[in-house]
């Protein structure tokens, strides 16, 4: 065979190593590493979320309801699937990402979700969080989501009570502030057994994995799914 | 000092933000071309090549500067997306073009140098290395693990403009010649490379759920959702990926109907 011949055989076998190449890419996952961690916490708990055993009886509180009212946490969720989180409408990411993730996850299961699942939002800076506010900010992801606000003091206990830290907001507070608090959404299955921690970075795959389970958690009777 | 657009993780602002990485970047490669026509002699490189050149210069440097680096860096994948189509289809062909045939000349001078541009460039290497930067660039694991570090982001960068200078090579340049690839077959060729785009573009378009957690978990900039920014992405790879490469056919049609009228 002349230098030619060589030479094409050459070519051709590059070009079809590096398609190969290229459709490896289809095969390979090269998931980045925290997905990782959120799959080992599923083979280890069922969950991805972080799990807390014998997390004892939901919080009893009664704060505001931006809709109007009041709203009594551990009455008005008894026996059924609750997500709460503390959070501030003015709130440039963690805070949107959260509701936007639950509220998309939530479309797609649909009934899976749980007709008597609650999405609980609790304002950490009723200075400029309104109760018309919080309504319009949260029906931006669904006008589902319940919205509640309280004197910064009872707010803060109720996130101590839960192993969140409270709220710090900068003092003096000039128009434009951030507020810092905690990130987790802590959800409450039915029955108590487990609460589940969702920290800032769960993915609505790990919502999607996690809260069909968590809605069905009564009829289960045992912790998870497998993963 | 922040040297080039990469993700954050901080709320987006509207204010401007340099990133002299990539005017350095930028300057190099006009004073390469500027430096490389003198050299060639003392007629000036002609207007029309000059434009293109310095279009396609224009096109990179909006594409990797604020705010478009920045947004596809870190914020939104259609923008990245966008980014994609201007490094890697739209500014190396007009760079190609704006080179004299008197540099492709040079080039032929040298003989390995030669050598490995016609491996490099051979219509089936340069295609399917085309593919491989296009399929391996997209994966949600290297697209979340490099974007967020300046390098990591350069490298992303750097591997689209290379692989869109690789795969237009045959089709643009002059040198090495192929008399074995005519018009007809570089029409094809560019087809074939908008079925490329069909992979990625249907992940991002029908997937279930956010592919990059880059930007699931980017601060929110705009109204839309993930899901609705990553179909945005995918329609504009399969139909800016495609308005290019059409036009490119369109072109070469063109010309080879005005030869064979010619003829």
Redesign the interface.
Known sequence: MDSRGR?GR???G??????V???A??A????????GEAARRAQETGFRGRVIENPGPRPDFVLNDARGGRFDFRAETDGRLALLFFGYTHC??LC??HM??IA?VKR?LGARFGRDTKVIFVTVDPARDTPERIVSWLE?FDPEFIGLYGEPATVDSIQLSLGLPPAMVPEPTAEDYEVGHGSPVVAFPAGDSIRVMFP??T???DW?HDLESLAAFASLGSAGASD | MTWWCSARGTAWEWTWQPYPGVWLFIGLLAAAYLVTARRLGPRPVDGRRRAAFFGGLLVLWLALDWPIGALGAGYLASVHMAQFLMIALLAPPLMLLGLPRSAYDRLAERRRLLAALRFLTHPLVALAAFAVVVYWTHLPGVVDSLMVSQAGSFLLDLAWLLGGFVFWWPVVAPVPERPGFPHALKMGYLFLATVINTLPYAFLTFGDLPFYGLYELAPPVSGITTRQDQQIAGLLMKMGGGVILWTAITILFVRWFQREEAA
């Open positions: 030479g050459r070519t051709v590059t070009a079809a190593a590096l398609l190449l290229a459709t890419a289809g390979c996952r090269l998931e980045a590493p925290e997905r440039p990411d949107p990402i936007s993730s998309e797609d931006n800032f970075g993915r609505q795959a999607l």
